[in-house]
């Protein structure tokens, strides 16, 4: 139960971090796109680990076998899916901390509700499962480029220290994805001392999503922002978001009301939502990381009889996961806006009659 996620986009993922596989069926989508498959194994590279000293020395493929829902080179309507099989699956990394639980993962509340400690990296908690979501991710962005709906996102804080500036076609070369030129030696410098100190850190991802029309978001309860939130920090070790400008609590509100000229918006501290509702300007959001909790110093806990141990982890581990993470952040927002779109189609009657008629 509840591993799919949307509407009429819907995707389901299955698999574990250290099972044979994961996969995801993506259903909802409509026939007729242009399937991109070289795109499909981009994205997964982009979110894959083990490819630089920044994220885990796990090393997957992390190639996609597509199995259905593709003909000729285009989406048929039907059910489309995905698996990639695990291979550098490590389990005896593990086999020290069985009976333990890992502070600052999921490894104790899974073991108090389920009576079941799949020790394996995590078994299902493990964010190896956000691959399949950059399936479906990967799909829906193929659905958006058809209505030239972009979809961006990059690193704006690690460590606790701050972004200047906001390049997004910077972030998209950077190793780090890092959104200011001039801040990226720093964070590598932040990054690669708390690996020398057995340490990790947590950061700040910023997505933006430009040219959607005005009107995508259900009130009440499918709103676009708790949608995109609920969607958002659903992602393994997120802990907050912000909708438009992250200062918004501190400004008054002649400061913060986004005031509206006949040429549009004068500002956008809404980050592009009113009501729940897309206003046509764009999406704006922060995204809060927590550091890595895998970290490679002892640390206090219990086993699963009460008893306190020492933790002492080995196996392989991202430095800070806010980076990997903000693909999956761009993902999870591609699969929001592609149900929205579908979602609105019916929701006027002009809408069905441009259909129908
Ligand atoms: C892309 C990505 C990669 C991650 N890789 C790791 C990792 O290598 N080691 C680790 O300890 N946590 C990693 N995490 C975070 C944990 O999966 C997560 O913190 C843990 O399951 C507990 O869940 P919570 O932090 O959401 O409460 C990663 C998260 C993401 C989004």
């Not at 220290?161 to 906001?166: Q, S």
């Not at 990054?191 to 933006?208: C, F, P, T, Y």
């Not at 550091?291 to 430095?319: A, C, M, W, Y």
Request: charged share 30%.
């Amino acid at each position: 139960m509840f591993n799919s996620f949307g509407e009429i986009f819907r995707f389901t993922t299955f698999g574990e971090s250290h099972g044979r596989a994961i996969g995801v069926v993506v259903d909802g989508v409509p026939a007729g796109i242009e399937f991109d498959e070289e795109f499909l194994k981009n994205e997964l590279a982009r979110r894959k680990p083990g490819k630089n000293r920044f994220s885990t020395q796990r090393k997957e493929d992390d190639l996609p076998e597509v199995l259905s829902g593709i003909f000729e080179g285009k989406t048929t309507g039907t059910p489309i899916g995905v698996v990639i099989f695990n291979k550098d699956q490590k389990s005896k990394d593990y086999s020290n901390i069985k009976d333990i639980f890992r502070p600052g993962h999921a490894d104790f509340t899974y073991f108090h509700k389920y009576s079941i400690r799949d020790y394996r990296g995590g078994g299902r908690s493990s964010a190896r499962e956000t691959a399949a979501r950059v399936v479906a991710g990967a799909i829906a962005k193929m659905i958006l480029k058809e209505l030239n709906i972009e979809i961006e996102a990059g690193v704006i804080e690690i460590g606790g220290v701050r972004a200047k500036n906001e390049d997004f076609e910077y972030a998209k070369k950077s190793e780090i994805f890092a959104l200011d030129k001039e801040k990226e030696k720093e964070w590598i410098e932040l990054i690669d001392k708390a690996r020398e100190e057995h340490n990790s850190l947590g950061g700040v991802v910023k997505l933006r999503i430009k040219n959607l029309p005005i009107g995508l978001g259900e009130p009440i309860y499918y709103k676009l922002d708790n949608v995109l939130a609920s969607a958002i920090m659903s992602i393994n070790a997120v802990k907050g978001i912000y909708i438009g400008n992250p200062n918004a609590h501190k400004l008054t509100g002649v400061e913060n009301n986004d005031e509206i000229s006949k040429n549009g918006f004068l500002s956008n501290n809404a980050g592009g939502v009113l009501g729940g509702i897309s206003n046509g300007e764009n999406i704006e959001i922060e995204v809060y990381f927590k550091p890595t909790p895998s970290i490679f110093k002892p640390q206090k806990s219990i086993d699963i009889n009460g008893n306190e141990v020492e933790v002492n982890l080995k196996g392989r581990h991202d430095p800070i996961v806010a980076i990997r993470g903000s693909v999956v952040v761009e993902s999870m927002a591609a699969c929001v806006i592609a149900d929205m779109l579908m979602l609105n189609m019916t929701r006027t009657i002009e809408n069905i009659k441009k259909i129908y008629q």
